[in-house]
């Protein structure tokens, strides 16, 4: 059964500090996904890394995939207060279209 | 931009009683999900929908619930009978390709009292 663990859940971080938020998935998964929420909303998509080594970038955030070690990592360059929100990752079994989250990385960003 | 909508953005209803939750995914879009949110917890996945089908669903969606899309633009969650731990926030997205970003709708609040 897939399992996804997200870590730290918390993380408090200074502006213009860089950190990365890890994401590991039990079994072996066709689509890693990476969303955005804030408080009260709905959720943002951010990123789709579908093979090993796919790295995505926008903006602050950049996101890579690595399939053997079954990690995702979300990193934050330079932190801005606008990047405070909930991060979550989430897999795709494989072949299939069920999608499971990790709990969440609650992001505070201190101007 | 296009969105997702869904209706309404907050129900409250008494325990037992059914509700259908709406939605409409953007027009050129395959995929539609259901998925739901307690409040401050992990989002848990409920269903997918292509083709008309069901494709996977989860543990949660037992047959209590159903889905349906009966217009070729509207998506629906009914939950029969509902119950306490129904309460949560309901979340439909819709993507052309899973290989793409999916769309999330603002959420229906679901309050079973």
């Known amino acids: 059964e897939l399992k996804v663990e997200q870590n730290p859940l918390f993380l408090s971080m200074q502006e213009g500090k860089n950190y990365t938020i890890y994401c590991n998935y039990s079994?072996?998964?066709?689509?890693l996904y990476w969303y955005r929420q804030d408080p009260g909303k709905s959720l943002e998509s951010l990123f789709v890394?579908?093979?090993?080594?796919a790295v995505k970038q926008e903006g602050r955030l950049m996101a890579s995939l690595d399939t053997k070690a079954r990690l995702s990592t979300l990193h934050i360059t330079a932190a801005v207060h606008d990047l405070s929100a909930t991060y979550f990752c989430?897999?795709?079994?494989?072949?299939?279209?069920?999608?499971?989250f990790g709990a969440g990385t609650r992001l505070f960003v201190k101007a | 931009e296009p969105e997702v909508t869904q209706t309404p953005s907050h129900q409250v209803t008494q325990m037992g009683q059914e509700v259908i939750l709406r939605c409409v995914p953007i027009?050129?879009?395959?995929?539609f999900y259901w998925y739901r949110q307690i409040l401050g917890q992990k989002v848990e996945f409920l269903v997918s929908?292509?083709?008309?089908?069901?494709?996977?669903k989860s543990e949660i969606f037992d047959d209590q619930f159903s889905v349906e899309r009966p217009d070729g633009s509207n998506f629906t969650l009914k939950i029969r009978s509902t119950k306490l731990e129904d309460s949560a926030m309901y979340f439909c997205?819709?993507?052309?390709?899973?290989?793409?970003?999916?769309?999330f709708g603002q959420g229906t609040r679901l309050t079973v009292v």
């Open positions: 890394l579908l093979s090993n080594g």
């Open positions: 929908f292509y083709n008309n089908e069901i494709s996977e």
């Open positions: 079994t072996t998964s066709d689509r």
């Open positions: 997205a819709s993507t052309s390709d899973q290989a793409v970003r999916a769309f």
């Open positions: 989430a897999a795709t079994n494989t072949g299939g279209f069920k999608t499971i």
């Open positions: 027009s050129n879009h395959l995929y």
